[in-house]
């Protein structure tokens, strides 16, 4: 397999995951408050958490992580 071939395949399901998923639960879409704790405070979980809280007023975003204290820095 040629790399350019790798890197449209994995672009593709990418692409597919992001549309096919919904992470909004059944209950907040009814209006109901939930809690919703995502755990790890990595590049994903801070994305996750971010978008969920703004997706969702009706939520409580809760972000874990093993570690005190995090950095993240774009690259």
């Known amino acids: 397999m040629r790399r350019r071939h790798f890197l449209g395949s994995a672009a593709a ?3 597919m995951g992001a549309t096919a998923l919904n992470p909004v639960p059944a209950a907040a879409q009814n209006g109901k408050r939930v ?3 995502v755990a ?4 994903a979980g801070l994305n996750m958490a971010s978008r969920l809280s ?8 809760i972000l874990v ?3 005190k204290s ?3 820095s774009q690259g």
């Open 70 to 72: 995090t950095s993240f």
């Open 65 to 67: 992580d093993a570690k």
């Open 35 to 37: 809690r919703i704790v």
């Open 54 to 61: 703004r997706a969702l007023d009706n939520a409580q975003v």
């Open 13 to 15: 399901l990418a692409a």
């Open 40 to 43: 790890g405070a990595g590049a």
